[in-house]
């Protein structure tokens, strides 16, 4: 199993930045792929973004492309997540998620272990 750890959430006013940053822990060595998921009041949780942790190949929604980048610290087992140009929509809880069966991009949240989310507000 793999522990995640999120930190970096908060509230921002929009046009302003945040960097969300996700710890693993435990059996990382199986690691395939790591990224981000949102879920706002309301809605069904969506894929925001994600990193394969070997070749750092990356995958983003449209709504975030251009404003969000994700990246990864591999002596850390971190990944973050930098947020610019943040804008009232993306107000939602932001939770990591890792996978071990070689699922990325959209199709990352199959069968993988998930942080337990950080509060992202942005303020109009």
């Known amino acids: 199993q793999v522990q995640l750890v999120e930190s970096g959430g908060g509230l921002v006013q929009a046009g302003g930045s945040l960097r969300l940053s996700c710890a693993a822990s435990?059996?990382?060595?199986?690691?395939?792929?790591m990224g981000w998921f949102r879920q706002a009041p309301g809605k069904e949780r969506e894929f925001v973004a994600a990193?394969?942790?070997?070749?750092?190949?990356?995958y983003y929604t449209d709504s975030v492309k251009g404003r969000f980048t994700i990246s990864r610290e591999s002596a850390k087992n971190t990944v973050y997540l930098q947020m610019n140009s943040l804008k009232p929509e993306d107000t939602a809880v932001y939770t990591c998620a890792a996978n071990h069966q070689g699922y990325t991009g959209r199709a990352l949240g199959m069968n993988a272990n998930w942080g337990q989310g950080t509060q992202v507000t942005v303020s109009s």
């Open positions: 435990g059996r990382t060595f199986s690691t395939s792929a």
């Open positions: 990193i394969t942790w070997y070749g750092g190949s990356t």
